[in-house]
T-cell receptor
């Protein structure tokens, strides 16, 4: 089944403890992206990647890192999480930089 | 940057028709997406308009006017399961897809 898989689905952590949210797609898509969704602010893009080893900042990249060492994986790294990074995160991929296929989301709480 | 404006909430009755408007200002416009998002779930693709005009897909239709920076999503024969948020998302030449805050639609019996 073609899908975008994010893990974990829920995560509670404490300020400053490094964490990684994984994202994997099995559709051989070149484009992948991370979004965060907050009430009243909609979906905001964090980082995106046009292909392997190519990543670019979105609208809200501060406090986040990504890597794209292989086409299928695009992990989101929070080196030192803070409470303002509590949010719902979505990974997405696309075959042509247009129609996005979203993962199920990761609800992150930073205490 | 991009400015996207759509109503925050709308309410409609089962079986009725509802139109959700979206206005946008963006540079290097390529097209406009509409996504549906049920509470707690991931957005799912509804439509993508590149050219001016109306595109119909079953009970859902989407309209675009590039010169006016305006789009709408038209939902016919509303069903309770259509209660969701509807996200307007212009796509620009810089490979940026920007989402509006979404319109939360509540369908009542």
């Amino acid at each position: 089944e073609a899908q975008v898989t994010q893990n974990p689905r829920y995560l509670i952590t404490v300020t400053g403890k490094k964490l990684t949210v994984t994202c994997s797609q099995n559709m051989n898509h070149e484009y992948m992206s991370w979004y965060r969704q907050d009430p009243g602010l909609g979906l905001r893009q964090i980082y995106y990647s046009m292909n392997v080893e190519v990543t670019d900042k979105g609208d809200v990249p501060e406090g986040y890192k990504v890597s794209r060492k292989e086409k299928r994986n695009f992990p989101l790294i929070l080196e030192s999480p803070s409470p303002n990074q509590t949010s719902l995160y979505f990974c997405a991929s696309s075959p042509n930089n247009e129609k996005l296929f979203f993962g199920s989301g990761t609800q992150l709480s930073v205490l | 940057g991009q400015n996207i404006d759509q109503p925050t909430e709308m309410t409609a009755t089962e079986g009725a028709i509802v139109q959700i408007n979206c206005t946008y200002q963006t540079s290097g416009f390529n097209g406009l997406f509409w996504y549906q998002q049920h509470a707690g779930e991931a957005p799912t693709f509804l439509s993508y308009n590149v050219l001016d005009g109306l595109e119909e897909k079953g009970r859902f239709s989407s309209f675009l006017s590039r010169s006016k920076g305006y789009s709408y999503l038209l939902l016919k024969e509303l069903q309770m399961k259509d209660s969701a948020s509807y996200l307007c998302a212009p796509y620009n030449a810089g490979n940026m897809l920007t989402f509006g805050g979404g319109t939360r639609l509540m369908v009542k019996p």
